[in-house]
């Protein structure tokens, strides 16, 4: 009997860090892509390997593809309607990132973007694990990620008085039904060391700090800056012990449980 899902694999890129264009990625296709729709593809890499036709993808993201709707909107304000940019249009919506890595992979299962804030990634996490449960799938690629630019970088500094640098990253997750893996799920299993983010403000910051267990592992530490959904990214993959993610947004909390490293999970 199945015990629980599995995470089979995970990758986290950070906006900035060199990382290698998917084989899958064809190189006049990147340069199309929204950028943080191209930082997801990076993140998803080698996970996308032999994947089954009806796989489900979630991404999890608060900003969305704002960098090409500030492009659009520009072009708008400064040449008229006629002047809007097609590719800045097309790359603008919030599921472009999603419905380009499934349509690059072949991918016809599936597909949701979660934008929800601080607790997007969470939301994309617990989006895929109903896809499984159900018998939708039995096999999905969750990605929580977020891209800063000027605009946003300014934005956030100016409403919440963030104590992190501003800046963006990718976790993506490989999830299946049963196998060798992880095991995930929300709210259950037990786990000493805690991980999120890192607080959007100061009181939020020393709230998230007084509330962690007895260990604490905040993502704008371990990578130099700070994204809404960047909770998956503090996990430490390479560490066998379970860990517990915590993300917050707009006064609500979600929590999600990594199991350690073991044997066939189903």
């Known amino acids: 009997m199945r015990l629980s899902p599995v995470i089979a694999g995970a990758r986290v890129v950070v906006a900035g860090v060199a990382s290698a264009r998917p084989a899958w990625l064809p190189a006049p296709r990147a340069r199309r892509l929204d950028p943080l729709a191209a930082l997801i ?9 032999d ?34 940019s097609p590719t ?26 979660l934008c929800c804030g601080g607790t997007s990634g969470l939301a994309a996490l617990r989006w895929a694990l109903g896809q499984l449960a159900a018998g939708r799938t039995t096999t999905a690629l969750v990605v929580a990620a977020d891209l800063a630019n000027p605009w946003t970088a300014r934005t956030v500094a100016a409403l ?22 992880r095991a995930c799920g929300l709210d259950v299993g037990e786990a000493g060391a805690w991980c999120d983010a890192g607080g959007q403000s ?30 998956l990214a503090a996990v430490p993959w390479q560490d066998p012990a379970p860990w517990r993610v915590r993300e917050r947004g707009d006064g609500l909390l979600l929590e999600a449980w990594i199991g350690g490293d073991g044997p066939d999970q189903g």
């Not at 009806?54 to 309607?81: E, I, K, N, Q, Y």
């Not at 919440?160 to 893996?181: D, K, N, V, W, Y």
């Open 88 to 113: 800045a249009f097309t790359t603008s919506v919030h599921h472009h990132s999603a419905g380009s890595l499934g349509e690059l992979l072949g991918l016809h299962g599936p597909v949701a973007t």
């Open 160 to 181: 919440s008085a963030c104590p992190f640098a501003i800046g963006g990253g990718a976790t993506a997750l490989l999830l299946r039904c049963s196998g060798p893996g």
């Open 202 to 231: 100061p009181a939020e910051e020393r709230a998230l700090a007084r509330s962690g267990g007895p260990t604490r592992r905040v993502a704008a530490a371990v990578h130099g800056n700070w994204w809404p959904t960047a909770a």
């Open 51 to 84: 994947l089954p036709a009806d796989s489900a993808v979630a991404v999890g993201s608060a900003w969305g593809c704002v960098a090409s709707t500030l492009r659009l909107v520009d072009g708008m304000a400064s040449f008229g309607d006629v002047g809007a």
């Open 41 to 49: 593809c990076a993140a998803v890499g080698d996970l996308a390997t």
